[in-house]
């Protein structure tokens, strides 16, 4: 996942991640793929981060998951008003996704909350989390 000359395939990012992992990743894919309208972008961040899936539309970002070995980790940016909807809606969320989006300091462009995932557990918290970031699009 970090050499910069290849592009790793979808099946190859699933098989780096792993059982649990890769079962919340795919879970996540699907949630975005049939929800929003929104086309992935395989983007690579460096020695550091490697490739990623970036979801953006016309310059405005939903989500970005980078995978790890046996994890991923999702980056979903709540601008102000995502931030004043979340903490209308704490209560809908887990403990510690409202814990990390305490701790997570607030700058100019909103929250940055980086959510490591290793399963399936935190799923439902994402999706919530990603609706108050883009309403889904009519089925």
């Given amino acids: 996942m970090l050499d910069k000359e290849r592009k ?3 099946k190859e ?3 780096y ?3 649990n992992a890769a079962d919340a990743w795919a879970d ?3 949630f975005l793929r049939t929800s929003y309208d929104f086309s992935p972008e395989l983007d690579y961040g460096g020695t550091k981060y490697g490739w990623s ?3 953006r539309k016309s310059g405005k970002s939903l989500c970005t998951l980078y995978p790890e070995k046996d994890a991923f980790t999702i980056l979903v940016v709540l601008g102000k008003k995502e931030v004043e909807q979340f903490e209308a809606h ?9 814990e990390l989006f305490n701790c997570a300091k607030q700058f100019h462009d909103g929250r940055w909350l980086w959510i490591r ?3 399936k557990s935190n799923i439902e918290d994402i999706r919530r989390l990603i609706i108050i970031k883009k309403k889904p699009k009519n089925k």
């Fill in 28 to 30: 996540i894919i699907s």
């Fill in 117 to 119: 995932i290793l399963d």
């Fill in 13 to 15: 990012v699933l098989g």
């Fill in 90 to 98: 704490m209560d809908e969320f887990s403990m510690k996704l409202v």
């Fill in 8 to 10: 790793p395939s979808e």
């Fill in 17 to 19: 991640l792993g059982g």
């Fill in 53 to 55: 899936i970036r979801y």
